[in-house]
């Protein structure tokens, strides 16, 4: 597909990728693409994300009781679950066959590690094997759904913006040359890349609202009292769209986080992860792998919208996440043979 140059929907490869990441640091190893194991993973991973948040899911939150006498997608997300827990509980009992808690490699081991720190302290303890699956079944949740889809607007916004994916390109080429292989560490010296990177996440904040926080105490804010043990739900497109504090807030804009040498400037309203003590647990992961596949992406590709597409849709769906509509790119070899 890449070497002549056809259109493609990139997210399979995206997401497959980005759950490898997951894989490796929670399993220890990573998955063939063609894996069936794997591949029945990512499946169930999107049946159960795009269930979640529709009008099924939340009656079913809300009565369960009666849900689960109904027919519905709900039953076969629940049967989908169900797989899912005893797939990850195998690789935690391989795990505990390989015996690996005196030289830990990943996730998995760590955390057998600690149960069994915990079992000599706290014989009550919360560290169990039905919590780690749990964990585990979160950090897929978390860790692949979110970057997968910045990764997906990624590559649109650059398509549809040809001008900046060039900037990005000659900056890695200019700065790390053709065979330097690329450090997150780099993204200091690529000012312009690491702007890009950012504004891709501000302007299409990948989640349809900001996760629930409960008030630890009576709160006024701006004349409102929130009683301690509100819900909040934070609106951060206020923040991250708010006209008064970005130049653009709408459009597509890198100098957003660039001053008038070209360094660039790290903005307090830049709210993408959160902020504060509940800031999001897998930032420092996703900033790493944002940074490492955009990078070397672009290095190697120039992607376009396939010929007679002027330019590719950039209206966001509707979901748990805020997806792009499904797109067609090309993918055209910076260094290809004639």
């Not at 079913?60 to 509980?89: C, D, T």
């Not at 910045?150 to 650059?158: E, H, K, Q, V």
């Not at 040359?177 to 702007?195: C, E, F, M, R, V």
Request: hydrophobic residues 40%.
């Amino acid at each position: 597909i890449v070497k002549h140059g056809q259109p493609f929907d990139p997210l399979r490869f995206i997401t497959n990728s980005v759950s490898n990441v997951t894989c490796a640091l929670v399993f220890g190893h990573r998955f063939n693409f063609e894996d069936e194991s794997f591949q029945k993973l990512i499946e169930m991973l999107d049946l159960i994300l795009k269930f979640t948040g529709t009008i099924i899911h939340l009656l079913y939150e809300g009565f369960p009781w009666l849900m689960k006498h109904l027919p519905g997608p709900h039953k076969q997300v629940i049967a989908n679950a169900k797989i899912l827990r005893s797939f990850l509980k195998k690789e935690i009992q391989e795990h505990k066959e390989h015996n690996l808690l005196h030289d830990p490699h990943d996730f998995i081991d760590f955390y057998l590690l600690q149960m069994e720190k915990e079992k000599k302290k706290i014989p009550n303890s919360t560290y169990d094997e039905e919590n780690l699956t749990f964990c585990i079944f979160d950090l897929f949740i978390a860790g692949t759904d979110t970057t997968a889809t910045a990764l997906y607007w990624a590559l649109l916004l650059l398509a549809n913006n040809p001008h900046i994916q060039e900037k990005v390109h000659k900056e890695i080429e200019d700065v790390l040359g053709s065979s330097h292989a690329i450090h997150y560490q780099d993204h200091k010296k690529l000012p312009y890349t690491n702007a890009v990177i950012h504004e891709v996440l501000r302007s299409n904040y990948v989640i349809s609202a900001g996760l629930p926080r409960q008030c630890a105490k009576d709160v006024t804010m701006c004349g409102f009292l929130i009683p301690k043990g509100t819900m909040v739900f934070p609106d951060l497109r206020s923040v991250l769209l708010d006209p008064e504090r970005w130049e653009t807030p709408e459009e597509f804009n890198p100098n957003h986080f660039l001053d008038k040498e070209g360094h660039f400037v790290p903005r307090e309203e830049f709210l993408t992860f959160g902020e504060g003590a509940r800031v999001c647990l897998g930032e420092q992961l996703a900033r790493v792998e944002l940074f490492l596949f955009i990078t070397n992406l672009l290095r190697m590709f120039h992607f376009q919208p396939p010929d007679g597409v002027k330019k590719l849709n950039q209206e966001p769906t509707s979901g748990l996440t805020t997806k792009p509509h499904p797109y067609k790119i090309c993918a055209i070899p910076y260094h290809s043979s004639p």
